[in-house]
């Protein structure tokens, strides 16, 4: 990468000390412990011959040239075309990849494996960063303060990180334990979610015992607030979710109880293997299909957690091991081998490649899909690297790389309700972006490749976001 400067910098040197200037307030913003990972944060920068896939849909376009003014995209063009002016810091960048900045729509602060449990503040805001995700929901806290404290601190400019939307805990029913927050009753519920919105929750996740009555009154007072709801669900169907008016449903396929035989309100415990069994084409999978997208429910993909529980998947990578502490590493490899030992009784292939046609289903009949990583289970899917790795999958699913990335930027924000301002590369908006060695379209595993990241307009060193979680992942 190579960047140069124009003849103009007297000029840009004396912007830098304007008072009131827009760029001159966001450097002084920053902590130290935030500009220690920054790389630009010149007030116009030009980032030319570069291949742009800019979320919206469209198809790739070669030797672009994405101009980035005060935070914002002011152009994006064929280099030819566009007009880059005196005092602009220049990145000359071919073979180089522009994106809009991945949006996580399911990217917990808290990691799990086996045998632990551990809230991230320092490594989670920082691998996801670095990994080119600049906006993530919660989706279900561990603990819910530290998630509000991390959210302000990134605001604040005290600590590097996406933008975040939090949750809140989980809201369950009777029997759950944890860090999970039960709830017996209507009224309950709806306390519980006026407390956490006063608290600074924008959304609200169900889990899977919660009744179909607890969860209509916490919609109910979510929306009379303005906020949405999600859910993790199992108690209460797809179908039945979607008559509450929930906003979104989480994991797809994994976690519909829709094709099972149940009593009201429990959750079947034959639904995994009723998945197995079910037809994609039959009549009550489209009809769940047809109510989420007539009711405009969105729907967020987890496919890089729900592949660990496939034996000999996901393939090993040696960054895993760099980056988790050496404790966290071992118990990951110890479920990891434990499901390949059991791999002839296991109908989790099945259910996974069901689960990736039928999110493939879902958007072909013009549902709204957004991804996230869930960094929980056994421990392999990690913040960051996990929304990295749903590229691959969405694309083993069947979606072109292009959709791919729709589905990985623009789509959250548009369930998240921002998609005036983030998830694509257009002029106007806020210059929220990942810079990509390579090319993701033709090679998806150059995904990975992050160099730069933009968030409001300043570029992030991703590289040295991640190695400062070098050795320490699942444990800080």
């Given amino acids: 990468m190579r960047w140069t400067h124009t003849p103009a910098i007297l000029a840009l040197a004396l912007a830098f000390l304007l008072p009131g200037d827009v760029e001159s307030q966001r450097a002084q913003h920053l902590s130290d412990d935030v500009r220690e990972y920054v790389s630009t944060d010149a007030p116009v920068i030009a980032l030319v011959g570069v291949t742009v896939v800019d979320g919206t849909g469209a198809q790739p376009a070669e030797d672009q040239t994405v101009l980035i003014r005060d935070g914002r995209i002011e152009a994006v063009g064929a280099a030819a075309s566009v007009e880059v002016p005196d005092g602009a810091q220049i990145h000359e960048l071919p073979g180089h990849t522009v994106i809009p900045g991945l949006i ?62 939090i949750t809140g805990p989980y809201i369950t029913g009777p029997g759950a334990g944890g860090h999970m927050l039960t709830v017996d009753s209507e009224e309950e519920a709806r306390r519980v979610v006026a407390y956490w919105a006063e608290e600074g929750a924008t959304w609200f996740k169900a889990y899977t015992r919660i009744s179909n009555d607890a969860l209509g009154a916490a ?155 869930d960094p929980t289970g056994n421990g392999g899917a990690l913040p960051g690297f996990g929304d990295q790795r749903n590229h691959e999958l969405l694309i083993e699913a069947g979606f072109t790389p292009v959709e791919s990335i729709q589905i990985l930027t623009l789509n959250g924000a548009r369930i998240l309700g921002n998609d005036d301002e983030l998830g694509s590369v257009e002029q106007g908006k806020v210059a929220d972006l990942a810079v990509i060695a390579g090319n993701p379209v033709e090679r998806p595993e150059e995904i990975r490749n992050v160099v730069t990241v933009f968030k409001d307009g300043i570029g992030y060193d991703a590289e040295a976001l991640i190695q400062a979680t070098r050795g320490i992942m699942g444990v800080r």
């Fill in 219 to 373: 919609i109910q007072e979510a929306h009379s607030r303005g906020l949405k709801f999600t859910g993790h669900l199992c108690s209460v169907s797809y179908r039945e979710a979607v008559a509450l008016g929930i906003d979104n449903l989480e994991h797809g396929l994994f976690t519909n109880s829709d094709y099972s035989e149940r009593e009201p309100d429990e959750c079947p415990s034959s639904l995994r293997s009723d998945l197995v069994e079910i037809d994609l084409d039959s009549e009550e999978v489209q009809a769940t299909i047809r109510d989420m997208v007539d009711n405009g429910v969105g729907m967020t993909s987890t496919l890089a957690v729900y592949e660990l529980t496939v034996p000999g998947r996901p393939p090993l990578e040696d960054r895993f091991e760099e980056i988790l502490a050496p404790e966290a590493f071992q118990e990951y490899l110890a479920t990891r081998q434990r499901i390949q030992e059991n791999a002839d009784q296991s109908i989790m292939p099945q259910v996974f490649q069901k689960s990736q046609e039928f999110e493939v289903a879902f958007v072909r009949a013009g549902g709204l899909l957004a991804a996230g990583v």
């Fill in 104 to 165: 996580g729509m399911h990217n917990h602060t808290f990691y799990t494996t086996s045998g632990r449990s551990v809230q991230l503040d320092y490594s989670a805001p920082r691998l996801y960063l670095g990994s080119g995700v600049t906006t993530i929901r919660t989706t279900g806290a561990a603990s819910p303060y530290s998630e509000i404290n991390m959210m302000r601190g990134i605001d604040d400019g005290r600590i590097p990180g996406p933008r975040m939307h």
